[in-house]
């Protein structure tokens, strides 16, 4: 079956301390992956994506994320955080399947306090 | 990129009532999707909208319960029947474009049902 499993529902960091989100997913085909960002009371921001090429991504906001195909994983990555990262982050798939939709993750809050 | 509008931004909403979402795109696109992201949770799939055709509903969700109309490739419609106050959430709809593969979300629909 193909899904999307976001392994942390919430992770709480101190302001500059690096920060991990882990993504994984389950597909018999090729995958297009994306990280989005939804502040509190906002809509979604497209964070990073892969398509295809470098395995290593980078997006806005400082984030980047590294597909690994051999561990069927998108995990997205910040070297310093700030207070203002505090948000829902969502990975999602698309399944490389002719008329499929992304599907997301239950999502991960990450919280940074000072 | 798409630029996608959704009316009513937000609504409140009786009862047993029902209430229809537009979804507006700026140009011609492939495929339209509607989702639903209730209180605190993620994105989940309602439906495809497809142009001609009736919609294909995932698992959970039926015709009844939200029919979908997509005239044509700019213009869908989702509506949400017979409200409970389990169908307050946000409703979204989202768009690709061939050779698609990724995917442009509209800013929601706030729906609070009474």
């Known amino acids: 079956a193909q899904s999307v499993t976001q392994l942390d529902s919430q992770v709480p960091v101190f302001e500059e301390a690096p920060v991990e989100l882990r993504c994984n997913y389950s597909s018999s085909v090729s995958v297009y992956l994306f990280w989005y960002v939804q502040y509190p009371n906002q809509g979604l921001q497209l964070l990073l994506k892969y398509l295809s090429g470098s395995t290593l991504v980078k997006g806005i906001n400082g984030f980047e994320a590294e597909f690994n195909k051999s561990q069927t994983s998108f995990h997205l990555r910040k070297p310093s955080v700030h207070i203002s990262d505090t948000a829902e982050y969502f990975c999602a798939v698309r399944f490389n399947q002719a008329g499929t939709a992304l599907i997301f993750g239950k999502g991960t809050t990450l919280s940074v306090s000072s | 990129s798409a630029v996608i509008s959704q009316k009513p931004s937000r609504d409140i909403c009786q009862r047993g009532t029902s209430l229809t979402i537009q979804c507006q795109v700026d140009s011609q696109v492939t495929m339209m999707f509607w989702y639903r992201q209730q209180p605190g949770q993620s994105l989940t799939l309602i439906a495809t909208a497809n142009q001609g055709s009736e919609a294909t509903y995932e698992s959970g969700f039926v015709i009844d319960k939200f029919p979908i109309s997509r005239p044509n490739l700019t213009f869908s419609t989702l509506t949400v029947s017979n409200m409970s106050p389990e169908d307050s959430s946000i409703y979204l709809c989202?768009?690709?474009?061939?050779?698609?593969?990724?995917?442009?979300f509209g800013p929601g629909t706030r729906l609070t049902v009474l």
């Open positions: 989202s768009v690709g474009r061939d050779p698609y593969n990724e995917q442009f």
